[in-house]
C-alpha cells in the first residue's frame, strides 16, 4: 500500500516536532475528505501516499545491505487453503529499538470479507462471502481453483477512511501481514500533558524542540517553537494525546496510529531534540511562502525512566550537549528524475522533498527519526542542484539510515464550483550515503483509458449504476504491483484497488450517478512479489510513480444534446464545444478541464502554474503577463537594463548577474570584498 502521500503535508514557518513527521508522511490528502488549495506546501509527501499511504518501489538500490533486509511478516502458523477455499493472514511485526521483532495477530473481526469473481453478468462479478476473525485470519469458500479474483475487506467502524480495499490475485493463500516499529497496546487516548524544559538550546532563527520514542513508536505532540530567541533555555508543553505511531509504507489499516504512552519498565526511552530551519531563498520568482527550507536535528538528549500516567502531566527536564555535526549531501538530477513522469506536463507547481531517517525498522520501509530533511517547492530550471545539510546524529549507530525522496507535480481543478488539488508524484525510499544522487528505478504509468476515454484529460463517462467500469493503462516493464485509489469529488476517497495486471474491472456500486471522480494510479516496484500472495508487505528499496487524471462526471445524460438537472451545457456528445466543455459544464479558463475548442492552450488550474497562466496560454518572458510562479518580473519586453532582464528575473545589484548598470556583481551587497553595495568596484 502506499502512504505517499506523499505527500507533501507540510507546514509553515512556526513549526512544531510535528514537522519531523509529515515530512515523511506520504498521506493522500483526499484519502478522507475533497482536498483544499495549496497554501504553499506537498502528501508526503506526499505523504507518500498510496495505500495506506504510498507504494514505493524499486529499482535502482542506492547501497547499503539493509537496503533488502526484510522479516516474515506472514503468520507461521497460517492454515492451508482447500481446494475450493482462500486463506489470509494478517500478522503484524513489532520491532522495537533494540531490534526485537515480536508477531501479534491483527484483529480483523469488525471487517467484512467477500471475493469478487469476475463473469458475464450486467454488474460484471459473481460475490461470495467471507469471513474474517480475531485471530487475523480471512477464509472465502467456494472459490474455483485457478481463477482470479478481487478480495474486498473492508472495515465499517472505521469512520475516517470508511472505504473498502480490492485486492486481485488468483493466489489462494494470501499474506497480509506487515511491519511496524513500537507497539500498538497503550494508545494514548486521554489528555496527558507533557511538560519539558531543557537548557544548552542553540540559538537559532527558526526551529522547534520535539520529542520521540522509538521503542513504542511515537513521535511527540508539537511544542512551541523557539523561534528567533537566543535563550539557552527552553520550556514548552504539550499533550500527549496528540502524538502520533508511525506511519510505514506497508500498513494494512488506512488511520494514523494513535501514539502510545512512554514506559520505563518495558525499556521505553524518550528522545528530546531541537531542529533548526533554514531558508534558502525562492529558487524561481519571489514569494515568500514558497522559499527552499532544511530542516536537521541540531541537538537531542534521551531521558530514561520515564512512565506516563494516562491523564496526569509528565515533566520531563535535560540539557542539550553540542555534538559534532555531520554533512548530508542531496543531489537531484532534475531533467532525469522529470523525464519519469508521464502527465504530459499537466501541473500547476513541481517540488522536490528529500528526508534523511534512522530507526530500527528502517530497512522494513519505516521512515521514522528525521536527521535531516530539505523542501524545494518551487524548481530550478532543467538542471541539477546539491543541497548540503548538517545534524547532529543521536540515535544508534545501528539503526540503519534511509533516505526517502518525493518529486511532486501538483494539477488543481475545479468541479461544480469548488476547488480541488491533486498531484502526481515520484518516490524512492533507499539507503543512504553520506552523499547521496536521488536516481529514480522505475517510470510513471501512461495511456491511462477510463471507460475507453483518455485518462489525463477526464470527460464524462456513460454511467448506467450497473455495468461495471473498466480502467486499463499500459504495463511499466519491471513493475508487479500497481495501486488506484478512486477519489469522489463530494465523498472523498470511495476505494482503493492493488493488482499486478495492467487492468482493473471497478464495480458500479462505488459510484453515484452525476457525480464527478478522479482516478490515481501507482505504479510500485519492491523486492515483495504481489502476484505470489504477499499482497500488504512492501519492502525497500521502494520507487513509487503516481498520475493522478483529470476528473471524470459518470453521467446517464451528459452527451445527449440536452441541458438535464445537474447540467450547465451539453455538447451532444463526447466531445467539447466553444461554449460547453465534455462534461456538461460550461467553459471556464481555470476549471482544470483543456479546451482547446475554446481558444485553451493550457488548463492547469484557477492559479498561475509553472507549466500554464491563469490565463491558459503558455508562461512567455516579455508578454506582459507576470507569472508570478516562473517570472521574477515581466515587463512586456525582451529587453535588459530597464529593471527586468530578458530572461524576466529583476535586475539588481547583489543577484550575481552583471547587469548594464553595474561595474561588477559578486551575488551580495556586502561592502569590503571588491564589489560595494552598489556594485561599484572597490
Not at 193 to 209: D, E, N, Q, R, Y
Not at 293 to 310: D, E, K, N, Q, Y
Not at 415 to 441: E, K
Not at 522 to 543: A, K, N
Request: hydrophobic share 30%; glycine share 12%.
Amino acid at each position: 500500500m502506499t502512504r505517499l502521500l506523499l505527500a507533501a503535508i507540510l507546514a509553515g514557518p512556526s513549526l512544531g516536532c510535528s514537522l519531523l513527521l509529515r515530512e515523511t508522511t506520504f498521506r493522500d490528502p483526499a484519502d478522507a475528505a475533497t482536498t483544499t488549495p495549496d497554501a504553499g506546501s506537498y502528501d508526503a509527501g506526499p505523504t507518500a501516499a498510496a495505500d495506506s499511504g504510498h507504494d514505493a518501489s524499486a529499482g535502482t538500490d542506492d547501497g547499503g545491505p539493509d537496503a533488502t533486509v526484510g522479516v516474515d511478516a506472514g503468520s507461521p502458523l497460517c492454515p492451508e487453503p482447500s481446494d475450493d477455499s482462500i486463506i489470509g493472514c494478517a500478522t503484524t511485526t513489532y520491532i522495537d529499538a533494540e531490534g526485537v521483532h515480536t508477531l501479534e495477530p491483527l484483529d480483523l473481526s469488525h471487517y467484512t470479507v467477500t471475493a469478487h469473481i469476475p463473469d458475464d453478468s450486467p454488474a460484471g462479478f459473481r460475490v461470495i462471502d467471507g469471513t474474517a476473525g480475531a485471530d487475523g485470519t480471512v477464509h472465502v469458500a467456494g472459490v474455483p481453483e485457478g481463477v482470479a479474483y478481487y478480495l474486498r475487506l473492508h472495515d465499517p467502524t472505521d469512520a475516517r477512511y470508511a472505504y473498502p480495499t480490492y485486492y486481485f490475485t488468483s493466489a489462494r493463500a494470501l499474506d497480509l501481514g506487515d511491519v511496524r516499529l513500537g507497539r500498538d497496546d497503550t494508545p494514548a487516548l486521554v489528555s496527558t500533558p507533557i511538560a519539558v524544559t531543557v537548557g544548552g538550546v542553540a540559538p537559532v532563527s527558526s526551529g522547534s524542540i520535539g520529542t520521540i520514542c522509538f521503542n513504542s513508536g511515537t513521535i511527540g505532540p508539537p511544542l512551541m517553537p523557539s523561534g528567533t530567541s537566543a535563550s539557552t533555555v527552553y520550556s514548552g508543553t504539550g499533550d500527549w494525546q496528540h502524538s502520533q505511531g508511525e506511519i510505514s509504507f506497508h500498513d494494512l489499516l488506512d488511520y494514523t496510529r494513535s501514539g502510545q504512552f512512554v514506559d520505563a519498565t518495558r525499556g521505553d526511552d524518550i528522545w528530546v531534540y531541537q531542529l533548526g530551519i533554514d531558508y534558502l531563498g525562492s529558487f524561481r520568482g519571489g514569494s515568500p511562502h514558497r522559499l527552499a527550507r532544511t530542516v536537521s536535528i541540531l541537538r537531542a538528549f534521551s531521558a530514561t525512566g520515564i512512565t506516563m500516567i494516562p491523564g496526569e502531566t509528565t515533566t520531563l527536564t535535560g540539557d542539550f550537549a553540542p555534538s559534532p555535526l555531520l554533512t548530508q549531501i542531496f543531489r537531484v538530477d532534475v531533467p532525469a528524475v522529470r523525464s519519469a513522469f508521464r502527465d504530459n506536463n499537466r501541473y500547476a507547481t513541481e517540488s522536490v522533498h528529500c528526508a534523511l531517517s534512522a530507526n530500527p525498522g528502517a530497512a522494513q520501509g519505516i521512515s521514522f527519526g528525521i536527521l535531516s530533511s530539505f523542501l524545494v517547492p518551487t524548481l530550478p530550471s532543467d538542471s541539477t542542484f546539491e543541497i548540503s545539510t548538517s545534524h547532529v546524529t543521536p540515535y544508534r549507530t545501528d539503526w540503519p539510515r534511509v533516505i526517502t525522496c518525493t518529486m511532486s507535480h501538483r494539477r488543481t481543478a475545479v468541479i461544480q464550483g469548488r476547488f480541488h488539488g491533486s498531484d502526481s508524484y515520484l518516490v524512492s525510499h533507499t539507503a543512504a550515503r553520506a552523499d547521496f544522487t536521488w536516481s529514480f528505478g522505475t517510470r510513471a504509468p501512461s495511456n491511462i483509458r477510463i471507460a475507453g476515454r483518455s485518462g489525463l484529460e477526464g470527460g464524462t463517462v456513460p454511467f448506467d449504476g450497473v455495468r461495471p467500469i473498466v480502467m486499463e493503462w499500459d504495463p511499466v516493464p519491471g513493475v508487479r504491483r500497481y495501486a488506484v485509489r478512486v477519489v469522489g469529488s463530494e465523498e472523498g476517497a470511495v476505494a482503493k484497488f492493488l493488482t499486478h495486471q495492467s487492468q482493473l474491472v471497478i464495480p458500479a456500486e462505488l459510484f453515484a450517478p452525476n457525480r464527478f471522480y478522479v482516478f490515481r494510479l501507482y505504479t510500485i516496484q519492491t523486492p515483495d512479489r504481489y502476484d505470489e500472495g504477499r499482497l500488504v508487505r512492501l519492502s525497500p528499496p521502494l520507487h513509487s510513480a503516481r498520475v493522478s487524471t483529470g476528473w471524470f462526471r459518470f453521467s446517464t445524460t451528459c452527451g445527449n444534446g440536452e441541458v438535464d438537472p445537474g447540467e450547465d451545457c451539453d455538447p451532444g456528445g463526447d466531445t467539447s464545444t466553444a461554449t460547453c466543455d465534455a462534461d456538461c459544464t460550461s467553459v471556464m479558463c481555470g476549471d482544470g478541464f483543456l479546451n482547446t475548442v475554446a481558444g485553451e492552450v493550457c488548463d492547469d488550474g484557477p492559479q498561475d502554474g509553472q507549466q500554464c497562466d491563469r490565463t491558459c496560454r503558455r508562461p512567455s518572458c516579455g508578454d506582459g503577463y507576470w507569472n508570478r510562479s516562473v517570472e521574477e518580473c515581466d515587463d512586456g519586453n525582451a529587453d535588459s537594463g530597464d529593471g527586468c532582464s530578458w530572461q524576466c528575473t529583476l535586475e539588481t545589484c547583489g543577484n550575481g548577474a552583471l547587469e548594464m548598470f553595474e561595474d561588477c556583481d559578486d551575488g551580495n551587497r556586502l561592502p569590503g570584498d571588491g564589489c560595494n553595495g552598489l556594485c561599484r568596484r572597490e
